[in-house]
């Protein structure tokens, strides 16, 4: 092993140490899948030294990979188990795409801007991970010809839950979004799927994700916003 990558593991650790089991996060499917994804290979090289940085980075498009917290905060909130099958809308680099991937059987993961279903593609394709594919769309539709999902997760803020989601959860199954009526700015909602037509909500903390653009969300980017990062 060369000394940066050893560096790297060793920053990865105290990643989740640090900003993940501190702050009270404990399912041990997470925190080892925290520990095995090597975050720098989902960022460009000039943001590899930050990469386990407790914030969100850049990447293109006016784009961001999560901050590693509020991916594993997200993860766990699913309670998955092994043989689940997920859906992520928003792939962008891949990275929680890859987490999911290590707890897991499955995942499907959406991604409306094509720069980064290739970018997704080759950082996951760098890694051999093989239960993961990434589909070129709409996620405010889901992804209809893989459901139902036992778990659905999505990394962009969007003013509603889409129906179309709703309706491709399993029975007993779980969704994990951000929901606001301002554009980057939400509180993350939980919603099961009790029964055909009965969901519970849960309305948790407060997060700032990129928006969640499509039929089912907002209509269109408000560019103020990009100034942002
Ligand atoms: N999960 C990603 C990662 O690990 O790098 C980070 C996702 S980033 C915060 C949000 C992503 O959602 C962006 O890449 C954005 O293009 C995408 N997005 C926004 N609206 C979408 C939609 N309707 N369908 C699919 N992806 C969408």
């Given at each position: 092993?060369?000394?940066?990558?050893?560096?790297?593991?060793?920053?990865?650790?105290?990643m989740v140490s640090r900003q993940i089991e501190q702050r009270g996060l404990r399912d041990p499917a997470v925190l080892a899948a925290m520990r095995a994804v090597p975050r720098e290979a989902f960022v460009s090289e000039s943001h590899r030294?930050?990469?386990?940085?407790?914030?969100p980075l850049p990447i293109a498009e006016g784009q961001t990979i999560s901050q590693p917290y509020v991916v594993a905060l997200m993860v766990e909130m699913l309670h998955l188990k092994p043989q689940d099958r997920v859906l992520e809308i928003g792939t962008g680099s891949g990275y929680a795409a890859a987490v999911l991937s290590r707890i897991v059987a499955e995942v499907h993961t959406v991604e409306r801007i094509e720069q980064l279903v290739d970018f997704a593609r080759q950082n996951l394709s760098g890694l051999d991970y093989e239960n993961v594919q990434v589909h070129h769309g709409d996620g405010s539709l889901g992804w209809p010809d893989q459901a139902p999902y036992d778990g659905i997760i999505v990394a962009a803020g969007g003013p509603k839950i889409p129906a179309a989601l709703k309706k491709q959860l399993v029975i007993g199954g779980r969704l994990v979004m951000p929901v606001g009526s301002e554009q980057r700015a939400q509180r993350l909602v939980r919603l099961t799927r009790v029964e055909e037509n009965e969901y519970d909500r849960e309305n948790l903390s407060h997060v700032r994700f990129v928006p969640l653009i499509g039929q089912q969300a907002w209509e269109k980017e408000n560019r103020k916003w990009l100034d942002f990062f």
């Open positions: 092993m060369t000394l940066p990558e050893q560096d790297m593991e060793q920053q990865r650790e105290q030294q930050f990469a386990y940085d407790d914030g």
